[in-house]
Structure formats: C-alpha cells, structure tokens
C-alpha cells in the first residue's frame, strides 16, 4: 500500500520533474498551461478549447457571489490556469494549494505577468495536509488532482474542516470502474505512484458520510478516451520540433504512457466525472 508521505513524494517528484515540466509546456498546454481534463464537443476542438470547456462547465456549478466575493480554494491547481480564469470571470480571490514547487513558481509568475497576483495566492504544499491557519472558504475546487490522494476520507476530512457551512465542493476526477480486475489499472496507477483509483460511489458515499448534499455526478468519460488520443497526436505532430528537449526515448515512454490511459478508457475501465457537492449550512 502507498502510504501518504510516499503518494506525495511520488506526485511531487512527477511534476518537478524537467522532462514532465516541458512536456506539459510544449504538448499539452497552448496560450496557457491548463492541464486537465477537457470536455470536447466539436470536431476541431483542441486540447485547450476542450480543457477551457471544462473550467466554464465547472463554473456552472459556483455560487454568486454576495455581498463579498467568493473566496474560492483550489486543490492541486497545477500551473492555475483555472485560477486566472476564474478571477476574471467570477467575482472572487483564489488561494491554491500545489505540490510541485516548478509549477507553482510558473503561476506565479503566470499571475505576476497577468496583474492577478493580488487576488490569487499560491501556496506549496500538500492538501491532504492543508495549514491549520488556513481560513475557511465558500468553495473548494478540483481538477483531476484527488486521484493522488492516498486517504480520501482523510481529504474529505480537510475540506470539511476549511468550507463554510453550505459551502460548494466542485471537482473532477479520473474514476475506476469498480467492476474492473483489480491490476487492470496498475500501468496507470504506477505513473504516478498511486494508491487507488476511487469510483464514483465511493465519491458519493464519502459525501454522505459527511452529510453532504451530492447536487450533481455527471459521468464525463466519452470525452477520456477523445482527450488523451488528442494529447498523443499532438505529441506526435510536434514530435520533430521537440527533438531539441527530448531524448527520443523519453518521447516514446511519455507516449506509451499516453497510450495506456486511451486503452484503459477504451475498456471502460478509467472513467472520468464531475461532482458538485454542498455542505449543509
């Protein structure tokens, strides 16, 4: 079993690494390192219109604002692409929590660049262990970061701790089938180092035990398999102009790698979802 400590020296270690910094600055990324998932609806989506597609579908889900703006957490935001979005979209100020202190200099300096760095607030750290002096906020938000968590009751526990009453808990998630052999998933799994994969019942069911309002689970996993063979041609396409970065044989493993979340997507064995849950008041 892979405890807590080693989940985040695993996740860390993936994405400080320099070869996965380039990566996701050269292939995956365009005007702005938006990393998730994307929601694809038109033949010519990119990657980036797919991924911005999420963030405004996600948005769907905030609160309005009142009299104050939303104070808005976002838990494992990468290089917070998300985040300047939502400060220009939403009447709000974001904190993020990251593990990778390589993506967190880019947002910040990202934001710095942008005239946002008053109202998002970029914090190393791991938030299965959020500060204790945190503060409290009216939404906690999440793209595809809780699938590195080792203890999600745990987490569940954390973002208990930091929502006001009748706060907003939006994210998404790469999901197991749960009908799935049980090492079905382990090339996908041992990417990153992670302990398991939830299910969308076991979302459910930690929200419950919490008392928490599930408002919405919405099953987003046609758009899996379409966003990561995307990535692959794009990598592809772009593979002669990354010659000057890339040894060819971190290419061909960061590429099969790719290929094992489309084949694991494929078999409806990685599923992918959004939840929207609401603590009572």
Known sequence: MTDVTDSVSRAREHYDRA???????RVWAEDDLAIGVGIFREPGD???T???????????????PAAEPLSILDLGGGYGAAD?????????????VNLSTQQNDSHRERNRQAGLDDR????DGDFQRLPADLGRFDVVWSQDSFIHASDRAGLFGEVDRVLKP???LVFTDLLCNPECPPDALR?????????????ADDYRRLAQARGWQVVAAIDLSPN???????LLATLEDRRPALMDAFLPEELDRIADGIRSWVAAADRDQLRWGLFHMRKPA
């Open 46 to 48: 990119t990657l980036q």
């Open 224 to 230: 899996l398999a379409t966003h990561y063979r995307c």
């Open 166 to 168: 009748g706060g907003t």
């Open 120 to 123: 998002i607030r970029v914090i």
């Open 187 to 199: 090339p996908v799994r041992d990417r990153f180092g992670i302990a398991g994969i939830a299910s």
């Open 50 to 64: 797919a991924c911005r597609r999420t963030v405004d579908t996600m948005m769907g889900c905030l609160p309005r």
């Open 84 to 96: 300047r979005l939502l400060v220009r979209t939403v009447r709000c100020h974001v904190v993020a």
């Open 19 to 25: 070869a996965s910094d380039r990566f996701y600055q």
